[in-house]
């Protein structure tokens, strides 16, 4: 079917468009608002600044289409095929993309807000500064994926894979990723407060400025990575694990106070086990003064 054939049976009131073909089709700037596509062949269509506002896009095959700045509250895009689209821009708060495919995709600036992504493939995605918040990523495939900037507040991180993706200065405040596997992560200036990382694998990650203020790292596993002025406020590190010689707390007198430690150091390698470190500074303060 050619664009200008959908646009007119749209206005004559026709809403259930299913397994439509429109690859390649022109749809820039379309009004195509509460309607039936659902396995319908999109391939590389233009749809940019397209209205789909709660429209039914399941299993649709919309993988190279431009989407850049498309309005798509609340679309329903469940298990659609979205492999190197570019979504740049485009508004999809409370979008449903359960089992989407969006490796490489473009959404860049993207507003995903409250969206659901439950075992989504976002491998190699492009999500500079995307807003994820709130946002149920259970089980979503992220790996190589650059994060840079994006917005994860309150996002729903159970199950995540991160390998080899870049969360540089992103903003993770108050998320549960206890137990994570954030092995070898790149997490430089991220924003962690008040988030959970107990039991987390950070080993080998990349935390240099990050801002870990009131985090839980109870158990994490620190060994081998970078944590050049991190800022940890009053973060717990009970039981957390790493090497004195890769500690490099921002607080002037952090080795000083490591040296005080000694009766925690649990084997030749001085791997150590701490409590929260403001804690262990407060207490420690007349004497790290003298």
Known sequence: ???SRLRQLYEEGIREFPEIDLRGENLSRVMLISV????ANLMGSNLSRGFLTKSILNKVSLN?????YAKMSEVKLNEADLTKANLG?????KASLFKAKLSGANLSHT?????????VNLCSANLHRVNLREANLTQANLKWADLTEARLSCANLTGVS???SNLTQTFLKDVDLSGADLAGVNLSEARLGGSNLQGANLQEANLQGARLKDTNLRGANLLGANLTDVQ?????????IFNQEDLHLSHP???????MYQMLDSSPSKMTEVNSYEGYFHQLQPQLAN
């Open 111 to 119: 507003n995903l807000r409250g969206a659901d992504l439950r075992q």
């Open 253 to 259: 007198n952090a080795t000083k106070l490591l040296e």
């Open 162 to 164: 991160f390998f080899g």
């Open 1 to 3: 079917m050619k664009a």
């Open 89 to 93: 821009g485009a508004f999809m708060v």
């Open 64 to 68: 190279w289409a431009d989407l850049t």
């Open 232 to 240: 940890l406020g009053e973060a717990d590190l009970t039981g957390a």
């Open 36 to 39: 039936d596509l659902r396995e």
